[in-house]
């Protein structure tokens, strides 16, 4: 099998090709490392089945060739993470709504099976617990620019179904939930990183709000075996997935456990949404996945809980000779962050 892994060099994506290389697949990557990172990559980048193309999936020419040449698109590139999302409106709709119409008009020219990454913020903020696939989704405002990431990928997902519908191609769409592990950046935004950086450095933990809000974080490794096995499973084609744990957390008792599992004397401080991002932010209460579906179809479930992940990113940050730990700060308020160069963020 022939694969190629749009953003290859992001947290999933490298993950992705490790799995990939493992079970004997050739592996191509094409990153613009705008969010990815060569590093993530760079110890497969020796091994004789690993390509890698620097270069933006709306580049035509190069994705047409690498297409044509591949097997099987694992389309993973996008601008993700709240912070970014809020900082970066126009980046975030550019590269997920025009990135992901190139990769499905090639991927329709040479019918090739195409797997697309989405994401639960399509549900939006709809209060139904849990979210099946076919629920509806509550978009915010259109003043609101959180809701410009949700909307990017519900437009992702209407375009590869329409292509699925109108010209046959064969497209599984995935839905995570809090993918999280070693390698993920908290530099857009995401929380598990962000906390444990903070409690291995002493700092207070920035919790957002109240800290009542919730989540079901999932391990990375889990997330990539669900992703391995819908793509090897006919019947998923032209098909909508949940890919989450079930394991619900409130960011305040995250704080709290965060703090425990990395024997840390940091406090828990409280920031207004306002300032974390901007006025008028909208946040999820509470976010839950149903996965019956993918459950029913290939008898996927999660296996590492919410301490085994937090165990592992913090062993990850120590044990990355500490340079995740004394890497540059957390962006902070949103206020600061906005005098900064983009290319300093
Ligand atoms: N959050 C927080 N402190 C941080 C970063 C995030 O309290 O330093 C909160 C954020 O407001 C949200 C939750 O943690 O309620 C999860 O945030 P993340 O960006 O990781 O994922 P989201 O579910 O928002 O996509």
Not at 210 to 220: A, E, K, L, W
């Amino acid at each position: 099998m022939k694969a190629l892994i749009t953003g290859g060099c992001g947290f999933i994506g490298s993950h992705l090709a490790e799995a990939l290389l493992a079970r004997g697949d050739q592996v191509t990557v094409i990153d613009d490392l705008s969010t990815g990172r060569f590093e993530n990559v760079a110890h497969l980048a020796g091994h004789p089945s690993f390509h890698f193309a620097i270069e933006s999936i709306t580049n035509e020419t190069v994705m047409d060739r690498l297409v044509s040449e591949c097997d099987r698109i694992y389309h993973l590139a996008a601008a993700v993470g709240v912070d970014l999302v809020v900082r970066d409106p126009v980046h975030v709709l550019e590269t997920n709504v025009k990135g992901t119409e190139v990769v499905l008009r090639i991927g329709a020219r040479y019918r090739k099976k195409l797997i697309l990454a989405s994401t639960s913020e399509v549900y939006g903020k709809s209060t139904a617990i849990p979210f099946a696939e076919d629920d509806d989704g509550i978009l915010g405002a259109t003043t609101r620019s959180r809701w410009s990431y949700a909307c990017s990928k519900a437009m992702d997902e209407f375009m590869a179904l329409a292509y699925h519908k109108q010209m046959a191609l064969p497209v599984i769409i995935m839905r995570f939930f809090n993918t999280v592990g070693p390698r993920q950046t908290g530099r857009y935004g995401m929380v598990i990183p962000r906390f444990v950086k903070q409690a291995l450095r002493g700092e207070p933990l920035t919790v957002y709000g109240d800290g009542q809000q919730s989540r079901c974080f999932t391990y990375v490794g889990d997330v990539v075996k669900a992703v391995v096995a819908l793509s090897e499973e006919p019947a998923a084609v032209g098909q909508v997935f949940n890919i989450g744990s079930t394991e619900e957390v409130t960011i305040e008792e995250l704080a709290r456990r965060t703090i425990t599992l990395a024997d840390s004397a940091s406090e828990v401080v409280y920031i207004p949404y306002k300032e974390a991002y901007e006025a008028g932010f909208e946040d999820m209460r509470r976010r839950v996945p149903d996965i019956t579906k993918i459950g029913s179809l290939i008898g996927w479930a999660p296996t590492v809980d919410l301490d085994g992940i937090l165990t592992r990113v913090i062993e990850h940050m120590r044990s990355d000779n500490g340079s995740a730990v004394k890497g540059a700060e957390p962006p902070g308020p949103a206020m600061e962050r906005s005098h900064r160069p983009i290319e300093d963020r």
